[in-house]
């Protein structure tokens, strides 16, 4: 008899990560929080689908991109031949469908979404192959003083979420014609300093310089540092422009510093660039970048509409609140309810109902099929659980048709156990609970900060 061979176990994709439970919490309250900063803006949600047409963002991010160049999970559709990319960012995916439905046909649009993003990029901490952006576009505004509410609105999330030491770096990259005459004086400053330049910039030196500009070669830096800065090409509608900006910024008491080398990777942009640049993740410091990105709607094909926006990488961030002590210590629920007995049982299905129609979250115990569990093998699940209050239903409990409720976590009442009406736990727990907590009621169920 052949021995039957036990399956190899399957992994997950490297580089795509496993959000488990026991982090769940602390997105959820990212999730909320940036949600909840978004409408206080006045943004609308929009979900785009994570697979575009390759030309999306061969078109709209251009083709000289790091992105686009060796990142992008591209792939034919065996199906029909159709060129299809799984999206490595969500600005051109957001522009497409703006365009596609006349979004803008009432007036400009403040658009967020939120999801995963897809980059071949070799992993390590703060840079996976599947990660997670938020992003914010701000579609047919054509002033400074969208860039500065974007950014102020990013200010305003970071000081939500308890996050200090996150920087602003501001520049402007200004319009199409100033960026050529600034091109040719970089192009003329790199060939004079060849021999400094590494492969990468080699190869850029033709397709991409800006991009040059933006090395982290540090035998690079003091060249890189002294070649004609973008800022001194602008014209006076960019500086103008930018100026504008800052003066909002500046009169907000929002700080910021110039960084005239900052690019940003796509090729969409003009004008304003920003990031948001922390030294608590290493080398991944960059936790949100955004700017102004007029020409993109045309280069969809659509009339002149000029736009800005911002993403954020909800990882990075996350990180940043670990680091900031941010603990969401996870609740599975309210009550765990214990029981011992067919009848209880039956009983305890009729009471957690009864505490889910008051608001409650309950875990009710369930079994193996064929043994009952102990009280002490109950209880112990119950304490694991993190529930602020026990309920035990027993025979004798069902015979006085009472419940024996014992408080979990609180400071007064922990260990206590009381004997409750049956009809009046839900009332008595809701009581407990809420009253108990200095937060509103709706915080109480998953956050204890
Ligand atoms: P980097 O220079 O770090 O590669 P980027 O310029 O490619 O960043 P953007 O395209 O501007 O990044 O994306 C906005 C944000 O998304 C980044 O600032 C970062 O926080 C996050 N991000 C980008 N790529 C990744 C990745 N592979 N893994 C995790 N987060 C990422
Ligand atoms: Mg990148």
Known sequence: MSEIKKP?????????????????????????????????????????????????????????????????????????????????????????????????????????????????ERPQRGRYRQFHQVGAEAIGFNGPDIDAELIMLCQRLWDDLGLENIRLELNSIGDADERLRHRADLIAYFEKHKDSLDADAQRRLYSNPLRILDTKNPTMQAMVNEAPKLLDYLGDESRAHFEGVQKILRHSNIPFTINPRLVRGMDYYNRTVFEWVTDQLGSQGTVCGGGRYDPLVEIFGGKPTPACGFAMGVERLLELMKAAGEQARPNQCDVYLVHLGEQAQLQAFVLAERLRDAGLDVVLHCASANAASSLKSQMKKADASGAAFTIILGEDEVARNVASVKAMRSAQHEGGQVSIEFDNVAEYLVDQIVGADDHDHSDHIHYHP
């Open 8 to 120: 190899e176990k399957i992994v997950g994709v490297k580089g795509m990560n496993d959000i488990l439970p026991s982090e769940a919490p602390l997105w959820e309250l990212f999730e909320n929080t940036v949600q909840s900063v978004l409408k206080s803006y006045g943004f609308q949600q929009i979900r785009t689908p994570i697979v575009e047409p390759t030309a999306v963002f061969a078109r709209g991010l251009g083709t000289v991109t790091d992105i686009v160049e060796k990142e992008m999970y591209s792939f034919v559709d065996s199906m029909n031949g159709d060129h299809l990319t799984l999206r490595p960012e969500s600005t051109a995916g957001v522009v497409r469908a703006a365009l596609e439905h006349n979004l803008t046909y009432d007036g400009p649009k403040r658009l967020w979404y939120a999801g995963p993003m897809f980059r071949h």
